[in-house]
């Protein structure tokens, strides 16, 4: 079974910072390629930053030079270092992976249950 945990939500100032966290479980982490989504009320899912095996991260344009992505393939972990939050971030984030669950497995999508994120004074 495939589970990803996301933790580090909560409340902020605008300006100020959060990291989130998603341990993952199930899936072949080194080889997944790992993104934060996000959805706010009334909106759509949307990407926010992906990294792939190798390391290469991309970004939605509004939360370039103000997030970073990164993993650490020991700890089956990515992380999403949030910076200078805007209210507009606010949105419950999500976190997916694309990879297998064995060596001859398929490929396939997996969702974590989501934290929220609120910016707000």
């Known amino acids: 079974q495939v589970q990803l945990v996301e933790s580090g939500g909560g409340l902020v100032q605008p300006g100020g910072s959060l990291r989130l966290s998603c341990v993952s479980s199930?899936?072949?982490?080194?080889?997944?390629?790992m993104s934060w989504y996000r959805q706010a009320p009334g909106d759509k899912r949307e990407l926010v930053a992906r990294?792939?095996?190798?390391?290469?991260?991309y970004y939605t344009d509004s939360v370039k030079g103000r997030f970073t992505i990164s993993r650490d393939n020991a700890k089956d972990t990515v992380y999403l270092q949030m910076n200078s939050l805007k209210r507009e971030d606010t949105a419950i984030y999500y976190c997916?992976?694309?990879?297998?669950?064995?060596?001859?497995?398929?490929?396939?999508?997996?969702w974590g249950q989501g934290t929220q994120v609120t910016v707000s004074s």
């Open positions: 990294i792939d095996g190798g390391g290469g991260p």
């Open positions: 997916n992976a694309f990879g297998r669950r064995s060596v001859f497995g398929g490929m396939d999508f997996y």
């Open positions: 199930g899936i072949i982490f080194s080889s997944s390629v």
